[in-house]
């Protein structure tokens, strides 16, 4: 598993606190293009999310900016804990649930420190 393999030589490049969750972020480069661009683990802990961003993904070349990079990774954090949310809910992932909740987060200000990663 990617991220067995992630999780275990790396640590997070961010930590998010939202109340009582706790979202690791890992920024990867050293992933395969071939591997997703996200990964996410909402459902196996309660109190938090594994989020990690595949910096090897093609798509990761085409974001410019430091602007620009930052909000794509607010949109795979919000995506883990939408997911996370709507499971700790419901039991279950449904999409339009998903949805809703990151609707909401998408109203709330957002910042992330910048570091020499981006």
Known sequence: L???????????TLKVIIDDL?????L???MSPNDPYVIIDSTT???SVTIIINRSHPH???ITGVKASVNFIRHCVYDGVSEWKCYQKTGTI???????YKDVLLRVPFEIEQHEVI
């Open 94 to 100: 449904q999409p339009d649930t998903v949805k809703r």
């Open 28 to 30: 990867e480069a050293e």
């Open 22 to 26: 706790t979202v690791f972020v890992y």
């Open 60 to 62: 990761w070349d085409q």
């Open 2 to 12: 990617v991220q067995s393999r992630v999780t275990a030589k790396s640590i997070p």
């Open 45 to 47: 802990s309660r109190n």
